[in-house]
């Protein structure tokens, strides 16, 4: 069966330090990979995704970067934080036969 | 432009009810409708979806029902149980796989 994980589940970090947050997923191969935020009164949005190695499409403008080094793994970056990064970073994947996805347990970021 | 909407965040009902969660989407171009149940600190987990060439499906307790002439759709929940509360998502997509998120709607399930 196929498994998400993403981690750190928390951080704290200060404003202007880098950012981390990791996603493998094991169990398929070729995935389609996502990097959402939850915010409030926003649902889930759409930061970066990705449909092969090195092929990364980003969804809105910001302080954040994503890669995607492996097939199975999906990096979210950031050279210097903005307090306005903290939020919840979710992962997910999907198969390319069907639009569902799938999530892994959440980052909580808190920029400080 | 929101193509998702859930104009309700938040639903409260009676332990045993119907809960029903509604979302509209504007793009006819949409083909296929999922929700998602998401807890605090968790990520959200697939509950159940629906084809643009069916009007309802049905999976246990949780039943989705889609009327394309008027772009909406809307999710039974029948009994609810205190267990159902949590943020519910509904995502549309098209030929392109990608989805778009309505923003929630957070349903309390009252003992």
């Known amino acids: 069966s196929q498994t998400i994980h993403q981690w750190p589940a928390t951080l704290v970090q200060p404003v202007g330090s880098p950012l981390s947050l990791e996603c493998t997923v094991e169990g398929t191969s070729n995935p389609n990979l996502y990097w959402y935020r939850q915010a409030a009164g926003r649902g889930l949005q759409l930061l970066f995704y990705s449909v092969g190695i090195g092929q990364i499409s980003s969804e809105v403008p910001q302080n954040l970067s994503a890669s995607r080094p492996q097939d199975r793994q999906f990096i979210l970056s950031s050279k210097k934080l903005l307090l306005s990064d903290s939020g919840f970073y979710l992962c997910?994947?999907?198969?390319?036969?069907?639009?569902?996805?799938?999530f892994g347990e959440g980052s909580r970021l808190t920029v400080l | 432009d929101q193509q998702v909407k859930q104009n309700s965040p938040s639903l409260s009902v009676q332990e045993g009810r119907i809960s029903i969660l509604n979302c509209d989407y504007t793009?006819?171009?949409?083909?296929?409708f999922l929700w998602y149940k998401k807890y605090p600190a968790e990520g959200p987990t697939f509950l159940i979806s629906?084809?643009?060439i069916k009007d309802k499906n049905e999976d246990g307790r949780f039943t989705v029902f889609l009327n394309k002439s008027a772009k909406h759709l809307s999710l039974h929940i029948v009994p609810s149980q205190p267990g159902d509360s949590a943020v519910y998502f509904c995502?549309?997509?098209?030929?392109?796989?990608?989805?778009?998120w309505g923003a929630g709607t957070k349903l309390i399930i009252k003992p």
């Open positions: 997910a994947w999907s198969k390319r036969s069907t639009g569902e996805l799938f």
């Open positions: 629906i084809s643009s």
């Open positions: 793009n006819s171009m949409f083909d296929y």
């Open positions: 995502a549309a997509s098209d030929s392109n796989y990608q989805l778009i």
